[in-house]
């Protein structure tokens, strides 16, 4: 049975516990081939086995039953107990209702004998009460105080809870015979007990004392006595902002240990601070600078009331009453008031002064006296005459190529203004902000656009930059003003681009004028017909190479002073003026056979110039040109194919006539024909 045991081992598995036991049996299994395998022993042991798995079986269910019995008489034993427990607790249930009613009795019983001992004390205690008023009331009717407790300073506060009480009873019942100058005695040596206590670092006799004094008149000179000793030896740095600080953070922490309502005692040393030791400080930094030194009066203002609102930021962390920031936003008012009032008036005198004096100091630099300029002056007339005529109408105004833009006076004029809308949105109030920040506005278009930018626009040039000031007009969102300010720079920005665009125009005028100088004082006619045609030794004529140069630096110079778009649209523009000037150039002379060919190479360095450009259409047109050219130098039999060619096939005849006209032998050759 115990290898029957064995072979019962979790999990159990039908297959594996047969292979088991035929495994064990000897001649059972495979073990020793098919010779040694004895059917009949198998057999045999699983007779036997079966026989004891039947006797354990019955053996388990023998003890099955036990078990279930022994279970169903103790779960009939457990039902009994607890029935009896439940029948327990009902009488205890009963007992518990029993005592409570009890005790609820017995309470009512106390109760009501405690309301009929308080009455029959409670009139006994005030007759006690007033026995002793009384009593200490004839001492001060003889004059003679006789009783310990005002004659023992360490019963002071006895003797000032029986004063107040006599003070009370003499202020109800208008007497005039009770003495107060006990009362103020005694109110005296409380405050001086306070003082003493405060001195010695006593919070706990503070608060007795304080206690005491709530119920007397100088209950408010306590106070004021402790705010003026907790500012001595506060104030010992040069930073009046950080010592408040501290000190409100020091007194914050004690005044509530110290004081029943410490809300109260904190606001009052807030605004004793603010109405003394701040608008002394401020004061005395403003008042001296007003009239005399502006820019560091405004300096000062700003830095003053910013610090300020910044302490009353802190001191509205503390418990100051229900409207603190009401409260701190007077105290404030109280301070700078006189000086906000004047504020945006000073600002604008200052900018206006500041403004001409960076523009004055900057032209000063440059030895340049600035002129008055108009749509209707002299001068301006002048120089449109000369301009067109080339008459002379005095001497010529020569800027010696100055453009008068200085990024350090924008950058000056910008920061102060900057540090204006600063101040502004600080020191101006909400409803004035919008008109004061455009006030500001204004002065920097009139010293910026106005009296710099626009300026130089109208002074002649050579080479202009596009400027487009971009000004921040946050301070006027969800204003009226926001749509003043946005037409103003509108308008400015518009007159700008016209007299940009005006003073490009004239720039490039004088570009193309200056090329037309050097062609005509340096282009021979001897250059296109040599008068011999065999000893030409030269790549291209000198008018050529100047005028080549001098394109080469006026295209360097439009890249440094612009960017963007403007570059490429300003040098296609001076590239179709400077083609123009060329093919016009070329129409004036005519040209032999090896003239032609020196014309070709002047054309073909052009060319090379117009590349510089990085503009298509530029390179477009003198390619044609070059192709123009060549008209000049090809034979006469192929002159009719050549006009056919792929870059001259659209132009008009007539053009190409024109160039062929220019040729020596024209005549000679009949080439008129080509075009009839």
């Known amino acids: ?24 049996t000897p001649g059972g ?217 501290v000190l409100c953070q020091q007194v914050n922490k004690q005044v509530g240990e110290v004081f029943s309502s410490p809300e109260t005692v904190m606001a009052k040393l807030i605004q004793n601070i603010f109405e003394n030791k701040l608008q002394a400080h401020v004061r005395d930094k403003l008042d001296g600078t007003r009239h005399s030194d502006i820019e560091q009066y405004l300096k000062n203002l700003y830095d003053l009331y910013t610090r300020t609102t910044a302490l009353a930021t802190k001191l509205s962390e503390f418990n100051l009453g229900s409207d603190k920031h009401t409260f701190l936003s007077k105290l404030i008012k109280s301070i700078f008031s006189s000086y906000l009032e004047s504020y945006i008036d000073m600002e604008k005198e200052y900018l206006r002064t500041r403004g001409a004096m960076i523009l004055q100091r900057y032209y000063d630099s440059k030895n340049h006296q600035k002129r008055p300029v108009g749509a209707g002056s002299i001068q301006e007339l002048k120089e449109r005459i000369r301009l067109r005529t080339n008459l002379s109408l005095g001497p010529v105004i020569d800027n010696h190529g100055e453009t008068f833009l200085s990024p350090e006076l924008v950058v000056n004029l910008l920061q102060e203004t900057r540090h204006a809308f600063e101040r502004c949105h600080r020191l101006s109030d909400p409803s004035d902000l919008p008109k004061n920040a455009f006030s500001v506005f204004l002065l920097l278009v009139e010293h910026l656009c106005v009296e710099h930018i626009d300026y130089r626009n109208t002074v002649p040039v050579l080479c202009c930059s596009n400027l487009k000031p971009k000004f921040q007009l946050t301070l006027c969102c969800s204003s009226p003003k926001l749509t003043e300010c946005l037409h103003k720079k509108k308008e400015v920005i518009e007159q700008m681009e016209v007299k940009l665009d005006t003073g490009i125009d004239r720039t490039l005028n004088c570009m193309v004028g200056q090329m037309k100088h050097i062609l005509t004082t340096e282009q021979k006619k001897t250059d296109f017909r040599p008068e011999d045609e065999n000893n030409v030794m030269i790549q291209y004529t000198t008018a050529c190479s100047r005028v080549c140069a001098y394109v080469s630096r006026q295209v360097e110079h439009v890249r440094k002073s612009m960017d963007g778009k403007n570059v490429d649209t300003v040098l296609t523009e001076l590239g179709v003026r400077f083609h123009r000037l060329i093919h016009e150039h070329l129409q004036q002379y005519s040209y032999s056979s090896m003239g032609g060919m020196l014309a070709i190479c002047d054309v073909a360095e052009y060319r090379r110039r117009a590349k510089d450009f990085r503009v298509a259409l530029v390179l477009q047109l003198f390619d044609t040109l070059h192709a123009l050219c060549n008209l000049l130098v090809v034979a006469p039999d192929n002159l009719k194919q050549v006009c056919s060619g792929e870059q001259l096939t659209n132009l008009d005849r007539n053009l190409l006539h024109a160039f062929v006209q220019l040729r020596v032998d024209y005549r000679s050759t009949r080439l008129g024909r080509h075009f009839s």
């Open 1 to 24: 049975m115990a290898t029957t045991a064995q072979l019962f081992e979790e999990p159990f598995d039908a297959d594996e516990y047969i292979e088991r036991l035929a495994w064990r």
């Open 29 to 245: 299994g495979s073990k020793g081939g098919a010779e040694a395998f004895d059917p009949k022993k198998l057999l045999e042991e699983f007779e036997s086995h079966i026989e004891e798995l039947k006797q354990l079986d019955e053996k388990i269910q023998r003890r099955v039953e036990k078990l279930e019995h022994q279970c169903y008489r103790e779960a009939k034993e457990f039902a009994h107990k607890v029935q009896d427990l439940q029948r327990s607790n009902q009488v205890a249930f009963q007992h518990f209702q029993e005592l409570d009613d009890h005790i609820s009795y017995v309470a009512t019983k106390v109760c009501h004998l405690g309301d009929q001992l308080e009455g029959v004390n409670t009139p006994r205690q005030r007759a006690v009460e007033a026995q002793r008023l009384m009593t200490y009331f004839n001492e001060f009717l003889d004059g003679e105080l006789r009783s310990d407790v005002f004659n023992n300073p360490d019963k002071i506060k006895e003797a000032a809870d029986i004063i107040q009480k006599l003070h009370l009873i003499k202020k109800n019942y208008n007497m005039c015979f009770f003495c107060p100058g006990k009362y103020h005695d005694l109110e005296r040596q409380l405050i001086q007990e306070f003082t003493a206590a405060q001195r010695r670092g006593e919070i706990g006799r503070m608060r007795e004392v304080a206690a005491v004094l709530l119920h007397f008149k100088g209950y408010a000179h306590c106070v004021d006595v402790y705010i003026k000793q907790c500012q001595e030896g506060a104030y010992l740095r040069n930073d009046v902002f950080e010592d408040t600080a």
